[in-house]
């Protein structure tokens, strides 16, 4: 049975660091602050935007939410965007995915300050990543992925990385990542998507599997080889008669067979995504330490 790799034990360890930096940037009088900002009432982005809220006020952040109508414009938007720019009391702003229809998002992140540009999309983080330049940021997720495999000991310099997604979010950074000529990376990548051929004989050449392609079990006993690592990033929603949600979390992954085969592998929930919120506040520091 594959070892359990648990993402909250190890973001609770990156929080204990956060706290830690934080209580001396504080004593020095300054507080890193996030702005999270939320178009529309989208149920899940409600929900996350509330944990990021929660986490920041927990760590002693300076926390913005900012709640706008499912009508606000592109331009009043922009306008938002614009007034956090030049907040100072702002280091880190997050416009969460996905906006309205009538928003064009790819316009929102490029009008972010890169500097402020927390989550890592903006084109001049995305050029810094490819560069390997380490004063720009990394997506949270990719990033929280490096760390997961780091703290559980699992080593990435070397190692046959096989990502299934090529998503701006997950797998393109995180094949950009990992490939980074460093210690914490020097991975040899192949990105798998819908259009890969022999998709298990990839798969089960790999030393770590990584699945980000937002398709519930997709990933069988047989993807895998004995002994690989697998990391599951997806989190998809099942009709669950039983639960009294009448639905259940699963990620990408046949969790149940698949860990049998696996050496370790993530849980879904409680794997990648606490990470995630993890990365963003120490993104959030970074911003704040690279201001002063």
Known sequence: MARLIEGRAIAEKVYLDLRQEIAEMKSKSVTPGLAVVLVGDNPASRAYVRSKDKMCRDLGLH????????STTQMELLVRVEELNRDPTIHGILVQSPPPKQIDE??????????KDVDGFHPENVAKLVIGDPSGF?????LGIQCLLIESKIDISGAHVVILGRSMIVGKPL????MQKNKDANATVTVVHSQSGDLEKITRS?????????QPNFVKAEHVRDGAVVIDVGINRVEDA???RGYRLVGDVAFHEVSKKASAITPVPGGVGPMTIAMLMSNTVKACRQSL
């Open 175 to 178: 094949a950009l990542l990992l």
């Open 242 to 244: 039983a639960s009294e």
């Open 106 to 115: 790819a316009a929102i992140v490029r009008a972010l300050d890169p500097r």
């Open 63 to 70: 926390s913005v939410k900012l709640e706008l109508p499912s």
């Open 138 to 142: 990394v997506p949270c997720t990719p």
């Open 206 to 214: 790999a030393d770590i599997v990584i699945a980000a392609i937002g």
